[in-house]
């Protein structure tokens, strides 16, 4: 079946570690996004990317990067300089940058010890 | 900057009775919103969406109704079941990416 793909589903990561998270898609589809999404409350975009080896920040990127080297793929990396990772981050799709709904992952729960 | 809103966190129905949840925009040029679905643990999933051009759009036992007058949106779920119970998103897709609001929490009471 076509879908989004997160891998690890729980992770714990000490204090000064980076860590990533796998995002992999079948659909096809051009535009990639990460969101973050803290308890209570919506979601917050991180990073998209609209097409292969281009991205843009999003209204939370400091403290994260991504890479789009492959059209199915778009890895999070949250680096020691993100001073709160403790979050819930959903990976989506869409068909491309302007049309039709988000497609999202299952999530990845991170969580520092 | 851009923000979306939903006027209520929690709504408490009666199963069988029909759910009204609401959501604010601030961004005059919107063009197209969507109604999220999220349940617990799990990624949000695409409901119905509704582009600028249309005032109301209606799918299985869910209505999507837009003023665009007072940048307001509703999503309207017929005779609520206990599998309802999530937390609603809207969105306002423009620009590349979709911008969400806070989420209402929907509990179907038995």
């Known amino acids: 079946d076509g879908g989004i793909t997160q891998s690890p589903k729980y992770l714990f990561r000490k204090e000064g570690q980076n860590v990533t998270l796998s995002c992999e898609q079948n659909?096809?589809?051009?535009?990639m996004y990460w969101y973050r999404q803290d308890p209570g409350q919506g979601l917050r975009l991180i990073y998209y990317s609209q097409i292969v080896n281009d991205f843009q920040k999003g209204d939370i990127a400091e403290g994260y990067s991504v890479s789009r080297e492959k059209k199915e793929s778009f890895p999070l990396t949250v680096t020691s300089a993100q001073k709160n990772p403790t979050a819930f981050y959903l990976c989506?799709?869409?068909?491309?940058?302007?049309?039709?709904?988000?497609?999202f992952g299952e999530g990845s729960r991170l969580t520092v010890l | 900057g851009e923000s979306v809103g939903l006027h209520l966190p929690t709504l408490s129905v009666q199963e069988g009775d029909n759910s009204i949840i609401n959501c604010a925009y601030s961004?005059?040029?919107?063009?197209?919103f969507i109604w999220y679905k999220q349940e617990s643990g799990k990624g949000p999933q695409f409901i119905i969406d509704?582009?600028?051009?249309?005032d109301k759009r209606q799918g299985q036992r869910v209505t999507v109704l837009l003023n665009k007058t007072v940048k307001h949106l509703s999503l309207q779920i017929a005779a609520t079941q206990p599998g309802d119970s999530a937390v609603y998103f809207c969105?306002?897709?423009?620009?590349?990416?979709?911008?969400f609001g806070d989420g209402t929490t929907l509990t179907v009471k038995p």
């Open positions: 659909l096809n589809h051009d535009a």
């Open positions: 509704i582009r600028s051009n249309m």
């Open positions: 989506a799709s869409s068909r491309d940058r302007s049309t039709g709904e988000l497609f």
């Open positions: 969105a306002e897709r423009g620009s590349g990416k979709s911008t």
């Open positions: 961004n005059s040029a919107s063009d197209y």
